[in-house]
């Protein structure tokens, strides 16, 4: 095995965008904004979906590296990858939680908007190559390492079914869930526009 250093983690993402779970996305009064303006709809059915067929994901981005391991590198400190870039040593600080984790095997690179819950919020009319863009979007704060068994815990729920147990994070997870939601014109119910509307009230 050929270990490599990483340069730890920048909280810039390519293209220029905050690494999600560094800060909010975007100030607030442009996230309330944003808020205004997701279409409301009652959300879908799950007809249809095969979350790998359906969302190919993890798609390789550099050399042997495909998008989870660029997320695990640029979301640890101190991150040694093999040769086919496989983290072998770091330590990975999940947001929703505060717990810091030094194996990459005790941590998700979770989609903030889970995959499931796009499909039934308009993704389910995108074509192909539109939900892999989303299932593989480094530059929006759609991916984030998380400690995998709360990430478990969350599965595809919306934010009025499930919170980060950490509630100094909600104003990010509320600004990060809206501004995906917004860049890729997917819906959001009434009771999950109320529940980031609440959260937003944290960022005060």
């Not at 939680?97 to 903030?112: C, I, L, Y």
């Amino acid at each position: 095995m050929v270990a490599c250093a990483v340069p730890p983690a920048t909280p810039v993402a390519p293209g220029g965008s905050p690494v999600a779970g560094s800060a909010p996305s975007v100030p607030v009064a442009e996230a309330q904004k944003l808020l205004g303006t997701l279409q409301v709809a009652v959300r879908g059915n799950l007809d249809g979906y095969d979350r790998d067929k359906t969302f190919p994901h993890w798609k390789t981005v550099s050399g042997s590296c495909n998008v989870r391991e660029e997320v695990l590198k640029r979301a640890g400190e101190n991150v040694e990858v093999d040769e086919r870039c496989a983290p072998v040593s770091g330590s990975w600080h999940s947001t929703y939680d505060g717990e810091t984790s030094r194996k990459a095997s005790d941590v998700d690179v979770d989609h903030v908007v889970p995959l499931a819950h796009a499909w039934v919020s308009g993704a389910k009319s995108w074509d192909q190559a539109k939900r892999e863009q989303f299932a593989n979007d480094l530059t929006r704060p759609q991916l984030l390492v998380v400690t995998d068994n709360v990430n478990r815990e969350k599965g595809d729920k919306a934010p009025e079914q499930w919170k980060p147990p950490l509630v100094s994070f909600w104003c990010t997870y509320a600004t990060d869930w809206i501004v995906v939601k917004a860049g890729y014109g997917l819906s959001i119910t009434v009771p999950e526009k109320t529940a980031l509307s609440s959260m937003l009230d944290r960022c005060r």
